[in-house]
């Protein structure tokens, strides 16, 4: 495991300033791009570059994302599979083309195929499909019967957060989380809700006063949590959507002078690089966003290379990082 002190060496920053940006601190006045480098160190020291293939000419692979810097350094999910299929394609000599909006059929018709990284909206998928180009997506399906896909299993790894939790004897349960916006704009609830509410239903433990929703970031978390923690009744466990908005609850907790795990247990989503620095290190689940990189480029290359004309869905399956974070229930 990478250290804050490896970390800060490589991005020629200092251990303190690591720290902070890590652990999201909104005191820290530090420029985006010292941010990005930070947060692309820790991930690029966490991952293991794959063998080095022979190859007879390079190719160009487009890569096509629907947020902003700012919204990837928020939540550091989409910046760890980039990093991770920028370095696979960097270990079989491909170059890579940072593809826009303002692209165009004719502007690309270099690129061998694209690989889409984000949510898209219905004009995106009409703009990519514009390109004429094979692509595959990772984290969204739009259209099975056009493109392959990599996706995560969302209801196991859902279940799995809330059996540990169970196991620990909690059943005052949390959930917080964001909305989702699909490719045509329409809002609907997090997939990871859904599986919340329908398991803790069937094991006859659902509190809907416990669950809320706001923004995938650490301000929603802080502010969510205060606001659940205000009530008469409180969750002894809360379960979050992801890992940046546990940094926000962590502050909560801590500002309210609740323990960490010892009154309440937080389990996280997606076991970002920042996770394990977090005080306590939180629990959490694992999206193996290296293997969804690499998956990304391998099944592209693979299409290219067979011109397949079915398209192809992989789903990676997750795993519970437990740590610190969250503890059994006192009685």
Known sequence: MATIKDIADLAQ??????????????????????RKRIFETAEELNYVVPPKKKSKKKGHIGLYYSYSLEEELLDTYYLSIRVALEKKLESMGMELYNITKDD???????????????TFKKADIELIKSFEKLSVFVDANPDENCFDSVIIDFHSATKSALD??????????????????????????????????SYL????????????NGGYNPKDGYI??????S??????????????IAVGCYKAAYELGVRIPDDLSIV????????????????TVKLYTE?????AVDLLLERIASKREICKKVTIHTKLIVRDSAAAVKK
Not at 164 to 181: A, C, D, K, M, R
Not at 201 to 212: A, S
Not at 231 to 244: L, Y
Not at 268 to 283: E, H, K, R, W
């Open 201 to 212: 239903k069937e094991k006859g433990i659902f509190n809907g006063d416990f669950v809320k």
């Open 13 to 34: 920053v200092s251990m303190a300033t690591v720290s902070r940006v890590l652990n999201y601190d909104e005191t820290l006045n530090v420029a985006p791009e010292t």
């Open 164 to 197: 540990y939790l169970i196991e620990l004897g909690h059943q005052n349960i949390g959930f917080i989380g964001g909305v989702e916006t699909d490719m045509y704009g329409n809002r609907f609830k997090d997939l990871r809700e859904d599986v919340f509410e």
């Open 224 to 229: 969510i949590l205060k606001e659940m923690l």
């Open 291 to 295: 293997i969804m990189g690499e998956t």
């Open 104 to 118: 165009t059929k004719r502007s690309i018709s270099k690129i061998d195929g694209i690989i889409c990284l984000g």
């Open 231 to 244: 009530g008469d009744a409180k969750p002894t466990a809360v379960f979050v959507a992801n890992d940046t």
């Open 268 to 283: 996280g989503f997606n076991d970002v690089s920042s996770a394990q620095y977090m005080v306590p290190p939180l629990t």
